[in-house]
């Protein structure tokens, strides 16, 4: 289980606002627009350190960058130029990609991890087949959906007007999906700072992964049902979460009545589809839409992160950043070697 949508990223979705953070109700037009489906990819700004020399394949036993260049060596080619056309399309797609493949499963009574209340933000569920069903015609049974949405990922990020940098691939895909898994792995929305800590310490991953992971937030959307505690029941108490600014609250509450599942917002006031700094604007500016971003500002490390990026006059640090911290989610819970296998339909059934 990935610890993040990046996109939304994560996604889930999974990039610069220079000098004060206003909130706006539409993006600034003439800052930070997402690339054109015809733009040429900029050079990569992080490529993990090489691991030492090993043939790629089904049978490597860890992950690589450029896994499959004996293999399917156009596999990421091809995922980059159908993401384009994806996001021509439907560029709202972009930050609604998650980045775990067990999310694909489907069960029959509604009890895989995609059914779960945290992930029903989550679509795109067609891109990555459309993706499956190109990798299998030109290297069949080769190419994981663990990858593929992996690969997916980084181009959303990418076309969203972030960065594109090495990822490593060499997953295989597992045959379990579990909604409870969704509640346990996943970072709460409504986490204090420690939990959100001590729950990526479990993943092998650091404080500055937590902050930086987090700026995925940046774009996308969210249910109401994700947050609406903060506008209408903080603590057991029937009030407003007073970290929360009180003007952006009664904004949200003209969108999100009581006991709304249904409704989305965006996650980043005034941005949806593109990958910036705004989150960490956002934060500062006591914005931040979950419990689990204001968070942040309750920690020295992560405090002085979003303070940083909050006020940086480029996105390049957070760009390598996140390249680097999407490569250390991407080495968590893995299928590798014999383990696990190829799935040949990315939406199959679990039972």
Do not use: W
């Not at 952006?248 to 593109?274: E, F, H, I, R």
């Not at 931040?288 to 006059?313: C, K, M, P, R, W």
């Amino acid at each position: 289980m990935a610890l993040s949508s990046l996109l939304p990223i994560l996604f889930l979705a999974c990039t610069s606002i220079l000098g004060t953070f206003v909130v706006s109700d539409k993006p600034d037009p003439g800052k930070d627009q997402p690339h054109k489906g015809d733009s040429p990819p900029p050079p990569l700004i992080y490529s993990p350190p090489p691991p030492p020399p090993q043939q790629g394949g089904k049978s490597s036993t860890r992950l690589l960058v450029h896994f499959y260049s004996a293999t399917c060596p156009n596999a990421e080619d091809l995922v980059m130029a159908e993401m384009k056309s994806i996001q021509a399309e439907d560029p709202t797609l972009m930050p609604a990609l998650g980045c775990d493949a067990s999310v694909l499963l489907v069960s029959k009574n509604g009890t895989a991890e995609k059914d779960a209340t945290p992930n029903l933000s989550l679509r795109g569920f067609d891109a990555i087949e459309r993706l499956k069903k190109i990798l299998e015609k030109a290297c069949p049974g080769i190419v994981s959906c663990a990858d593929i949405l992996a690969m997916a990922a980084r181009e959303a990020v990418f076309l969203s007007n972030g960065s594109r940098y090495d990822i490593e691939t060499g997953r295989r895909d597992g045959n379990i999906s579990r909604a409870s898994e969704a509640y346990t792995n996943l970072p709460p929305a409504t986490g204090n700072i420690t939990a959100l800590i001590d729950l990526y310490a479990t993943k092998n991953l650091t404080i500055k992964d937590l902050v930086v992971l987090s700026g995925a937030h940046t774009f996308g959307v969210s249910h109401c049902s994700s947050f609406s505690n903060r506008l209408y029941n903080f603590s057991g108490s029937d009030t407003t979460d007073p970290t929360l600014n009180s003007t952006y609250a009664q904004k949200l509450k003209q969108q999100c009545v009581p006991n709304d599942t249904t409704t989305v917002t965006s996650m980043n006031p005034g941005n949806l589809l593109t990958f910036n700094l705004g989150y960490f604007q956002t934060v500062m500016n006591k914005q931040g839409l979950f419990s689990a971003d204001e968070a942040l500002l309750h920690n020295n490390i992560t405090l002085a992160y979003v303070t940083a990026q909050a006020n940086a006059t480029s996105s390049a640090q957070f760009f390598k950043d996140f390249a680097q911290s999407m490569v250390n989610m991407g080495r968590v819970d893995v299928l590798t070697g014999t383990n696990g296998t190829i799935r040949a339909v990315c939406g199959a059934y679990v039972d």
